[in-house]
């Protein structure tokens, strides 16, 4: 089983410049090949890729007189530089997915690089190639083969770095029955972050709302600067601290709540967001509903996996809450304003959410049996739905 943990790291002056040289020939490298791409496509029709075409003509850079500092980084980190773009093209060309075309990398934005040779992580030390050992932080150490390293820089000048290791520990075997109890459904409410189908609502905690609101006010003041302005970088800078903060309090929340439902149930069903909309999405209050939705939902995903637990996604076009869930009578309408409404074939008063909820576990646990997993209506004793988590 592979685990992953992301440690803080805090190279030294001279080894933060090497790692700047180094997220530096990383860009170029990603850069230069989707340049080389566009331009033979758009001049000469021809489809070059960026894991065979592209990644042959590193070592070829490295010899010349121009391009010959990116020897100076580790060859891992370049070549691996020409797969990611690779992944990048082929988002964009999977339908599934609806990625943009692929985009240049900005010297101002989060950098990174990819290590799997040479590497190595003790205690209070991580080490990659042609650097000494950089001071880390590491909360919790993890027994297994150290894999790769990925060290990444943030808006914010913060570093880190992501470890993989492979453990002896074999995954727990997945889940061959369930307990109806034991299943749960959650959606993502316009007022919660989550309702599960026992009822219990989740909203962002307040400290999460306020740091939101700070950030929306910080990326106003940046709309407001000139163009080029060195207000401007400034603002720049107090926006990307925003989110950075946002984003960590709501990983800390999130990483609670998942870890308390996952406990909590054996089988939790979502319904996945329209990905399309989400990256489209312009209004920032919703934007950041559906990417904390998102964020949840991935969080799930993997500690379920390493439970030996399920999560599962159903499709976001089911209409989870046009439906009745006592009856299956579907609405043809149900406007956003409606928060509860009573079901004209069987007289049943619904809450809008609870009642989505109950659908989406519905509609999972259809899923599971799918799958060829018993699901067994009598749960005896069981402990379902989440409990509050301290915020
Ligand atoms: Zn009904």
């Known amino acids: 089983m592979r685990k992953a943990t992301k440690i803080r790291i805090y190279p030294t002056t001279e080894q933060a410049a090497f790692l700047n040289r180094q997220f530096g020939a990383v860009r170029f490298c990603y850069n230069t090949g989707l340049r080389i791409m566009s331009h033979r496509y758009q001049r000469h029709g021809q489809s070059l890729s960026a894991k065979h075409d592209i990644k042959k003509l590193l070592p070829v850079a490295k010899k010349s007189r121009k391009y010959g500092w990116l020897k100076e980084a580790d060859s891992i980190a370049l070549q691996q530089a020409c797969r990611n773009l690779d992944n990048a093209f082929q988002r964009f060309f999977d339908p599934a997915q609806k990625a943009g075309y692929p985009r240049f990398k900005s010297q101002r934005g989060k950098q990174s690089s990819y290590h799997c040779v040479g590497i190595q992580a003790d205690g209070n030390w991580i080490r990659v190639p042609k650097l000494g050992p950089i001071k880390a932080k590491v909360h919790r150490k993890v027994e297994g083969k150290l894999k790769s390293i990925t060290l990444t820089r943030t808006v914010t000048g913060k570093h880190y770095a992501s470890l993989l290791f492979e453990t002896e520990q074999a995954a727990p075997a997945p889940l061959k029955d369930v307990d109806a109890a034991g299943v749960v459904g959650l959606d993502m409410g316009l007022s919660h972050l989550a309702i599960d189908s026992t009822g219990h609502k989740t909203s962002n905690p307040r400290f999460l709302t306020q740091a939101a609101a700070n950030l929306r006010r910080k990326q106003k003041a940046l709309s407001r600067c000139q163009k080029g302005s060195r207000r401007r970088s400034r603002a720049r800078l107090l926006v990307a601290k925003a989110h950075e903060r946002l984003t960590n309090a709501r990983n800390d929340f999130q990483h609670k709540l998942s870890r308390q439902i996952v406990d909590d149930n054996q089988a939790v069903i979502v319904e996945t967001l329209k990905v399309r909309n989400m990256m489209k999405n312009t209004r920032l209050a919703k934007h950041i509903g559906d990417a904390s939705w998102y964020a949840l939902a991935a969080k799930l995903d993997y500690k379920a996996m390493e439970k030996g637990k399920r999560l599962v996604r159903i499709d976001p076009w089911f209409a989870s809450s046009k439906t009745c869930h006592v009856c299956h009578h579907k609405m043809d309408a149900m406007p956003l304003s409606v928060?509860?409404?009573?079901?004209?074939?069987?007289?049943?008063?619904?809450?809008?959410?609870?009642?989505?909820?109950l659908n989406i576990k519905h509609q999972g646990m259809i899923h599971l049996k799918a799958e060829g997993l018993s699901v067994s209506a009598h749960g005896g004793s069981r402990k379902s739905g989440m409990s509050p988590v301290a915020a």
């Open 339 to 357: 928060r509860s409404w009573k079901c004209p074939a069987c007289q049943t008063h619904h809450d809008r959410d609870i009642n989505a909820a």
